[in-house]
T-cell receptor, first 115, second 112 residues
Framework: EAQVTQNPRYLITVTGKKLTVTCSQN?????MSWYRQDPGLGLRQIYY???????DKGDVPEGYKVSRKEKRNFPLILESPSPNQTSLYFC??????????????FGPGTRLTVL | KQEVTQIPAALSVPEGENLVLNCSFT??????LQWFRQDPGKGLTSLLL?????REQTSGRLNASLDKSSGRSTLYIAASQPGDSATYLC???????????FGTGTRLQVTL
């Protein structure tokens, strides 16, 4: 089944403890992206990747890191999480970021709470 | 800067009614517009994708229209069912890098 998967789905952690949220897609998509969703603010893009080893900042990149060493994986790293990073996180992918006409597919979300 | 607005924020209708959800955007230079459904605690499910050159797309009981020049899209749901209860999000694809700009959604409840 074609899908975007995220792990973990739920995570409670404490301030300053490094964590990684994994994202994987099995559709051979070039483009991958991370969003966060907050009440009243909608979904906002954190980082995106046009292809392997190509990443760039979205609208709200502060406090996050990403890497794209393989086409299928795009992990989101919080080196020193803070309570304002408590949110619902979504990973998305599409066939090609360079062709802006493609449908985007989203993962199931990761609910992160930072105490 | 692109801004997307969805009205109403919440809507409750009895089963069987036809309904329209609205989406407006400030920058008409879009590549496409995508409608999503989000169920509580779950991810986003893509419903319809309308390219900028298209006027509408249909899938089953759903019909989405796009008027790019006026910055508007509507999602029409025919013969609503309780299973349609969810939050509906519209997102426009503008500029480079495949970024989607989302509205804050319309929370729909279809009652028996």
């Amino acid at each position: 089944e074609a899908q975007v998967t995220q792990n973990p789905r739920y995570l409670i952690t404490v301030t300053g403890k490094k964590l990684t949220v994994t994202c994987s897609q099995n559709m051979n998509h070039e483009y991958m992206s991370w969003y966060r969703q907050d009440p009243g603010l909608g979904l906002r893009q954190i980082y995106y990747s046009m292809n392997v080893e190509v990443t760039d900042k979205g609208d709200v990149p502060e406090g996050y890191k990403v890497s794209r060493k393989e086409k299928r994986n795009f992990p989101l790293i919080l080196e020193s999480p803070s309570p304002n990073q408590t949110s619902l996180y979504f990973c998305a992918s599409s066939f090609s970021g360079g062709t802006p006409y493609n449908e985007q597919f989203f993962g199931p979300g990761t609910r992160l709470t930072v105490l | 800067k692109q801004e997307v607005t969805q009205i109403p924020a919440a809507l409750s209708v009895p089963e069987g009614e036809n309904l329209v959800l609205n989406c407006s955007f400030t920058d008409s230079a879009i590549y496409n517009l995508q409608w999503f459904r989000q169920d509580p605690g779950k991810g986003l499910t893509s419903l319809l994708l309308i390219q900028s050159s298209q006027r509408e797309q249909t899938s089953g009981r759903l019909n989405a229209s796009l008027d790019k020049s006026s910055g508007r899209s509507t999602l029409y749901i025919a013969a609503s069912q309780p299973g349609d209860s969810a939050t509906y999000l519209c997102a426009v694809h503008t500029g480079t890098a495949s970024k989607l700009t989302f509205g804050t959604g319309t929370r729909l409840q279809v009652t028996l």
